[in-house]
C-alpha cells in the first residue's frame, strides 16, 4: 500500500507539473502569436490541452478513459433532461448562444478527463487495492475536487483574491457532483454533461465573461454558498441513489 500511495503521488506530480508547463509556457505562448478573438483562443487552447491531457492521463497516470455503458438504470431519462434543459435555455437566451457552447466544451471537456477520468481514477485505484474489501469513495472524490477547486488559482493573473477564493469554494462544490456523477454512472460523458450545462447556464444568462470585467467585479459570498449548498446537496443524492459500495470494484476505473 505504501509503495503504491509513493507511486500515485509521484505520478500525480509528474501529471500536473507537466500539464501546467505545457499549457503557460508552451500552448499559451503558442496562442498568443495568432491574435485570434477571446472566444478562438480559448478554443484553440483548449484543443491543444485536451491532447496534452490525453497523452499525460494515458501515459503518465495509466487511467483509460471511462466509456463504459452506465451500470445504473435511467441513463436515457438523464439525456432527455439534459436536452430540454439546454434548449430551453437557447430558446430563452439565444444570444449568447455560441459563446456558451464554446466556454460549455471548453470546461467540460478537458477538465473532466483531467480529474474525473484521470486523478479521481488514479486516486481511487490507489485507495481501492486488492487487500480492501470495501472500496473507499471519499478520499479520491474529496482529493479530486480540491486538486480541481486550487486550479482556479491560477485565475488570480486577472481578478481579485477574494474573487477567486469564492471562485475556488464554487469549484470545490461542482468538483464534488462531477465525482459523484462518475461514481453512479461510471461514464465520462456524464459529469462532462453536467459539467458542460452549468458553464452553458451561466454564460447564457451572463454572456462571456470579459476579463477587464471580471477583474472589476464585486463578487458576493452569498451567492457562492448557495450554489455550494446546492451542488453538495445533489451530490449527496447521486451518491446515495447510486450503488452500494460493495458493488464498486477497483476494475471500474482501470
Known amino acids: 500500500m505504501q509503495r503504491r500511495t509513493e507511486s500515485t503521488i509521484i505520478r500525480l506530480i509528474i501529471f500536473l507539473a507537466a500539464e501546467f508547463f505545457i ?72 444570444q449568447h448562444f455560441f459563446a456558451a457552447v464554446i466556454i460549455g466544451l471548453c470546461g467540460a471537456v478537458p477538465e473532466e478527463l483531467m480529474y474525473c477520468a484521470g486523478i479521481f481514477g488514479v486516486i481511487y485505484n490507489t485507495v481501492n487495492g486488492p487487500e480492501r474489501k470495501k472500496p473507499g469513495l471519499w478520499v479520491p472524490l474529496l482529493l479530486s475536487s480540491l486538486l480541481f477547486a486550487a486550479s482556479h488559482l491560477i485565475n488570480l493573473q486577472t481578478q481579485t483574491a477574494f474573487g477567486t477564493m469564492l471562485q475556488i469554494v464554487q469549484a470545490f ?4 457532483l462531477f465525482s459523484a456523477v462518475y461514481i453512479r454512472m461510471q461514464n465520462i460523458l456524464y459529469p462532462m454533461a453536467v459539467h458542460f450545462f452549468i458553464n452553458f447556464m451561466v454564460t447564457s444568462i451572463n454572456g462571456y465573461p470579459v476579463p477587464a470585467a471580471t477583474a472589476k467585479a464585486h463578487p458576493s459570498i452569498t451567492p457562492t454558498i448557495v450554489a455550494l449548498v446546492i451542488y453538495l446537496s445533489i451530490a449527496a443524492i447521486v451518491l446515495f441513489r447510486a450503488h452500494r459500495p460493495s458493488q464498486l470494484g477497483t476494475e471500474t476505473w482501470r
Open 173 to 176: 462544490g461542482m468538483g464534488v
Open 23 to 94: 499549457d503557460q509556457e508552451i500552448f499559451g505562448r503558442f496562442v498568443s502569436f495568432f491574435r485570434l478573438s477571446d472566444l478562438a483562443s480559448i478554443a484553440f487552447f483548449k484543443l491543444l490541452t485536451l491532447v496534452t491531457i490525453i497523452f499525460l492521463v494515458k501515459f503518465v497516470l495509466r487511467q483509460p478513459v471511462g466509456f463504459k455503458r452506465p451500470t445504473t438504470k435511467g441513463g436515457w431519462i438523464f439525456w432527455v433532461i439534459w436536452g430540454l434543459a439546454c434548449l430551453g435555455l437557447t430558446v430563452l437566451l439565444p
